[in-house]
């Protein structure tokens, strides 16, 4: 008994530390020439969903180079994190949309 004790606390200590973490997915929203939230906190390997609910396109487009996601109206797409760092971005048709992407790795 001792021994089935110790092979199953083996095994669950080997399960835990194999199966990765869950990535996340962060929503980002596009409405009424805002990006909402302003200021985001992922991790890289999260995926963001950028989601444009105005009647007109916007892009996340970051100021690095890091990504450019076109959002036609009323429309979303999917992207995801690869590198960590902090990356402003904007829409590249209402420059005054802002907001920061903060990735952690």
């Given at each position: 008994m001792?021994?089935?004790?110790?092979?199953?606390?083996?095994?669950?200590?080997?399960?835990?530390?194999?199966?990765?973490?869950?990535?996340?997915?962060?929503?980002?929203?596009?409405?009424?020439?805002?990006i909402?939230?302003?200021?985001v906190?992922?991790?890289?390997?999260?995926?963001?969903?950028?989601?444009?609910?105005?009647?007109?396109?916007?892009?996340?487009?970051?100021?690095?180079?890091?990504?450019?996601?076109?959002l036609?109206?009323?429309?979303?797409?999917?992207?995801?994190?690869?590198?960590?760092?902090?990356?402003?971005?904007?829409?590249?048709?209402h420059?005054?949309?802002?907001?920061?992407?903060?990735?952690?790795?």
């Amino acid at each position: 008994m001792p021994a089935r004790l110790a092979s199953i606390a083996l095994a669950v200590i080997f399960l835990s530390i194999s199966v990765p973490a869950r990535a996340a997915t962060i929503e980002i929203t596009m409405e009424n020439l805002v990006i909402a939230p302003a200021e985001v906190s992922a991790k890289v390997g999260d995926t963001i969903i950028w989601i444009n609910k105005d009647v007109f396109a916007h892009t996340a487009t970051a100021k690095n180079g890091d990504f450019d996601v076109t959002l036609p109206p009323k429309k979303s797409a999917t992207s995801v994190v690869k590198k960590a760092g902090t990356v402003e971005y904007y829409c590249r048709y209402h420059p005054n949309m802002k907001a920061t992407l903060k990735i952690e790795p």
